[in-house]
């Protein structure tokens, strides 16, 4: 799998939920996903608990406002960094193989939907009517690692359905206005896959 793609679904992750655990090239880690308060907080803890043998090693280059990746690697060591980058390098370290590469990459799990997607600043711009709002909804798709628009709504159980994927949310954005410029909406039609399967079960 490409690296960027990868570093795009964490990115990702890092908006919706407030941890993860992945698998990358067969090494497991848990990650949190902070912002600036949780580090700020973290920090603060550590001061107070502070015994001498904690060293605080390059924490002063975190950047406050890029999200915050704080992982714990199978060794138990733990990383605390703004990049995916470094995570990967990390994972390819331990893993046996020592590829620089990702063979593989797994979502083991994840937890705590954050109440709001704060920090797509596109989704910000379209819920204060400062850019067009869409009449088609688009969303990160974890299963696909991509941007998705659903063009069909599932005429059994309301679900999504004729999705349409994209790279980027800005794509997925673009595309979603260009539809409803032409006068485009989502419609009711035939039943998702999942409801008909269950209907005629
Ligand atoms: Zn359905």
């Given at each position: 799998?490409?690296?960027?793609?990868?570093?795009?679904?964490?990115?990702?992750?890092?908006?919706?939920?407030?941890?993860?655990?992945?698998?990358?090239?067969?090494?497991?880690?848990?990650?949190?996903?902070?912002?600036?308060?949780?580090?700020?907080?973290?920090?603060?803890?550590?001061?107070?608990?502070?015994?001498?043998?904690?060293?605080?090693?390059?924490?002063?280059?975190?950047?406050?406002?890029?999200?915050?990746?704080?992982?714990?690697?199978?060794?138990?060591?733990?990383?605390?960094?703004?990049?995916?980058?470094?995570?990967?390098?990390?994972?390819?370290?331990?893993?046996?193989?020592?590829d620089q590469g990702?063979?593989?990459?797994?979502?083991?799990?994840?937890?705590?939907?954050?109440?709001?997607?704060?920090?797509?600043?596109?989704?910000?711009?379209?819920?204060?009517?400062?850019?067009?709002?869409?009449?088609?909804?688009?969303?990160?798709?974890?299963?696909?690692?991509?941007?998705?628009?659903?063009t069909g709504i599932c005429a059994l159980?309301?679900?999504?359905?004729?999705?349409?994927?994209?790279?980027?949310?800005?794509?997925?954005?673009?595309?979603?206005?260009?539809?409803?410029?032409?006068?485009?909406?989502?419609?009711?039609?035939?039943?998702?896959?999942?409801?008909?399967?269950?209907?005629?079960?």
């Amino acid at each position: 799998m490409e690296k960027v793609k990868v570093i795009g679904f964490v990115q990702e992750a890092w908006k919706v939920f407030q941890s993860a655990a992945f698998e990358i090239n067969g090494v497991s880690l848990q990650v949190a996903f902070w912002d600036s308060e949780d580090f700020s907080q973290y920090g603060m803890d550590v001061l107070e608990s502070m015994d001498d043998s904690v060293e605080l090693i390059g924490l002063e280059e975190i950047n406050h406002d890029e999200p915050i990746f704080c992982c714990i690697l199978p060794d138990g060591m733990q990383l605390i960094t703004n990049s995916v980058e470094d995570i990967i390098e990390q994972c390819a370290a331990l893993s046996p193989s020592h590829d620089q590469g990702i063979d593989s990459f797994k979502l083991l799990d994840v937890n705590d939907v954050r109440p709001e997607p704060m920090y797509s600043k596109l989704w910000h711009q379209v819920e204060s009517g400062e850019i067009e709002v869409p009449e088609f909804n688009f969303y990160y798709s974890f299963d696909e690692m991509k941007w998705a628009i659903p063009t069909g709504i599932c005429a059994l159980a309301g679900c999504d359905t004729k999705l349409l994927y994209f790279d980027s949310e800005q794509e997925a954005y673009d595309h979603a206005v260009k539809l409803t410029q032409d006068g485009q909406e989502p419609k009711i039609g035939e039943p998702c896959a999942a409801c008909s399967a269950e209907y005629y079960d």
